[in-house]
């Protein structure tokens, strides 16, 4: 483990460090007193890991403008990639040499990097009522907060990952097709389908990148929300009955829908051997009028792929019933600060600057929404396809309820649960369904579901053999409405 954190920080620091260059002045830094004595301070470097490639430009452009406002204060930010990214941050935690400052990853969740004495508190980075600034739900027990104390910030907006129907207008306008047509249920996504197949041979209705499993299972959940809501999207789990039930009609059906699209070629073909990178430029290429993504692929496909024809819509559903996505406080892409760093002034300069020009600065680029509700409301975007998805994603999301939430004692659970886990996944399953290696479908979701609730149930044994007060009632809510958002009274009424 030793040797590979020593490579992966040798390689680091070979990338070289983001110095200070000029504003790109579309929102010049103040004018105080700080560059000015900076001449008169001692040269600061602070070491900075985030696993987001989308956001690398807007983060580059962010740190010149901190290094012209804070000369004496250096940013390294190597480029890494994401699929390596929870190794190096595992090699680093195990040899105690974090970054300064460093993006979250499941392979270390935060309550054990706390455990682990790694990580300190910035609740004095949020002077001024900064705190209150954030969408409800933010500062959420295990996920931003321990201990009622903020251990992670936010790095877009927690309303995140909602999955959205993106279509092609050239592709529509070549099989006579206009938006209006671009389909709000299943049925209609077949009769469209068929149309744009009649139109050229080489063109599908829809293309999918299925080896990128964790989308497929987040869009699948989505769909399936349409069909039986109690079971939420983002992890299969039913908040009545609190269990794992991935067995589910609305999993079955959905997973089954998409083998009808594929048996009867409105599915591209190649959907099965690429990942969502590679459907994505195929779809801005012209070979399929529709790709099903996160609402993060607005600016992929302007900034990677050079493509501007495109509209966005709400995924379709069975019978074009209302879908969501459930916003628990679940914040999956965050930052944290190493309890070893030697230069926390420096360290809270730079997160007061990430709040104020960062959140900025992807909202003005078109790469996702603010987690601070003003910016939202506020700043002007010029780019009416990141508008649009934003717009669908925030209608999609619904505040719901969470286990965290209810009792802290959740969260140790959840890390005993990490390890008990199993390695199948939804997306997997699709793929192997689609491939004719799985025949019963809903089966196999069983035994997901099987899997899942057996390590539920072990880790809950665990943690209240060590002291910890928490029993599966705690992971029922039945004065849960689906599609109501679930306020903090509702947690009392539990409470009574």
Known sequence: ???????????????????????????????D?????????ETVTLKFWHRWPESQQALEQMVKEFSEQYPYIRIEMPSIASSQYGAQLQAAAASNDLPDIFANSNAVPVDQLKRLDLIRPIDDAFEGGKKDEFYEGTWTEGFTTLDGSIYALPHFTPRRYAHVLYYNKNVLAKAGLTEQ???????????????????????????????????????????????????????GFNLKTGQYEFDSP???????????????KVLHPNSLVIDYR?????????????????????????QNNKFNEFGVAPLP???????????????????????NTKHYEEVKLFLKFYMDRYYVKQLEMGIEGSPIVEHNQSVKVDNPQFVQAQAIQNQTFILSPHPYTRNPA????????????????????????????IKDVKAELAKLSTGYNKGL???????????????AGDYRFPNWTPFTPYSTDKYKELAQ
């Open 1 to 31: 483990m030793n040797k590979i954190t020593a490579a992966l920080l040798a390689s680091a620091v070979a990338i070289g460090t983001l110095a200070g260059c000029s504003s790109n002045g579309s929102n010049p830094a103040p004018a």
């Open 33 to 41: 007193s700080t560059a000015q004595s900076a001449g008169n301070k």
């Open 181 to 235: 047509d671009v389909p709000k249920s299943w049925e209609e996504l077949q009769a469209v389908g068929e149309k744009i197949r009649q139109s050229a041979n080489d063109v599908y209705p829809l293309i999918l990148g299925i080896k990128t499993d964790w989308l497929a299972t987040g869009y699948i959940g989505q769909m399936a929300t349409a069909i039986k809501p109690e079971v939420v999207p983002n992890d």
């Open 250 to 264: 609305g999993y079955v059906e959905t997973i089954e829908y998409l083998k009808k699209l594929q048996d009867d």
């Open 278 to 302: 590679e459907a994505s430029s195929l779809f801005a290429g012209g070979k399929a009028a529709f790709v099903i993504d996160g609402t993060f692929l607005s600016s992929e496909l302007q």
């Open 317 to 339: 559903t069975k019978n074009g019933n209302p879908q969501y996505y459930a916003f628990q406080g679940e914040t999956k892409a965050t930052i944290h600060v190493s309890k």
């Open 410 to 437: 959740a969260v140790q659970v959840n890390t005993e649960l990490n390890g008990r886990k199993p390695k199948e996944t939804v997306g997997k399953i699709l793929e192997g369904y689609l491939a004719g290696q």
């Open 457 to 471: 149930q072990e880790s809950l044994d665990k943690v209240k053999q060590s002291g910890g007060k928490i029993d």
